[in-house]
């Protein structure tokens, strides 16, 4: 007889309505946030998991390392700085055009990086370069997804 008591309390638990948390207006989704995290994890943890197996020397490893995280603070830089302009909020000159800048000596130096190294294969080449577009790309979304969720919930 218990058993069907605890069967029959477990259903009507299961009808409660569960409570949903309202999005704020301009908030990306949470499946939205989550891709772009896991599109940012995947990047960085690919390039550097290939970094730390690659056989090359440690200071061609160093200059993987720097070039990635040079690319990961231009790209969000500049991402801050174009959507600054386009806000209405003051950005110089100089800073809109040093971001410009960093972004494409960083992608350069990747590029003349791979191009030039000797040591790697056509394959791993192609492994490296997909994985640090992948990383720029997503540490973009994820700096706009935290600039978006902050507008939105300043705005109430």
Not at 86 to 115: D, H, K, N, Q, R
Request: charged share 20%.
């Amino acid at each position: 007889m218990s058993n069907e008591n605890e069967v029959l309390f477990n259903t009507e638990k299961d009808k409660e309505p569960k409570m949903k948390v309202e999005r704020k207006e301009g908030e990306p989704t949470s499946a939205f946030k989550g891709a772009s995290w896991a599109a940012f994890i995947i990047g960085v943890g690919a390039y550097l998991i290939g970094l730390f197996n690659a056989m090359m020397e440690l200071n061609e490893k160093g200059y993987y390392f720097a070039v990635l995280v040079f690319g990961l603070y231009a790209a969000v830089s500049l991402q801050k700085a174009v959507r600054d302009k386009e806000e209405g909020i003051p950005v110089t000159g100089i800073y809109y055009g040093i971001s410009w800048f960093a972004l494409i000596v960083s992608i350069s130096l990747m590029a003349i990086g791979l191009y030039n190294a000797g040591s790697i294969v056509l394959s791993e080449k192609g492994f490296y370069g997909m994985a640090y577009v992948l990383s720029l790309f997503a540490a973009i979304t994820v700096q706009k997804n935290i600039r978006d969720t902050k507008n939105a919930r300043e705005r109430e």
